[in-house]
């Protein structure tokens, strides 16, 4: 059943690139980043607890439901040298918490400091981008792990297809200005939202719901 959303998105993506494209030639559809699979045989985490990531009030490491963050200088006692390790440790991170139907998006970032690497992780949900979750992994040359910080977001949708298509949101809101838009899945109100995630030209960003047309939220573009 999830092999068949997952076609059903895919295919109403290219529908909607396609219809974009070739009709005002203005808003391009994002893809949906590719999963990264996690390394087979790496085992982390072993013997721990979760005591062993809560390091105080201001760096709260789990919350409410799928939440689970700010994980400082936990004690991993195996390297990370590659996207696929950094998938790796973040599955045995949420196994721990009792969060593992998610997956993860993950690359390297380049940050000018030969001796530092930092993966980055977006969190995916049945292959749709998790708009708040999201993990840093710092680590040494030879792969020590000396950071690890980050946010799992509670995104259990039934539904992941969209009712209410790109275009109709844009038109139904009257959004102008827009140059780029995707399909992500955003939290309001502690619920998970299935949104199409509109760039403006100005910089700001417009969250309008893929399965009513209203609008969400309304924000400035945030890097994470």
Known sequence: MKSIKKVCYMFLIMLQSLSFLTGCGKVKVTEP????????????LEGMSEEDFITSDTNLIYGAGDRLREMNNPVIDKKVTSPEDAVALIN???????????????ETED??????RIYYLKQLYEGIPVEEGFFRI????????TSVSGLYV???LDDVTPRVSLEGAMNGNEIKG?????LVIT???GRPELSWKIYKRNGDTTFISAMDGTILRKSSEIIY
């Open 33 to 44: 980043p590719r999963e990264t699979k996690g390394t087979e045989g790496l085992v982390f």
């Open 92 to 106: 045995a991170i949420g196994y721990k918490f009792g969060v593992s139907n998610y997956s993860f998006h993950a």
């Open 111 to 116: 940050n000018g400091n030969d001796e530092v």
């Open 138 to 145: 710092y680590t040494n040359v030879d792969g020590t792990v």
């Open 154 to 156: 509670n995104a259990n």
């Open 178 to 182: 827009a140059a780029r838009a995707e």
């Open 187 to 189: 939290e309001l109100a």
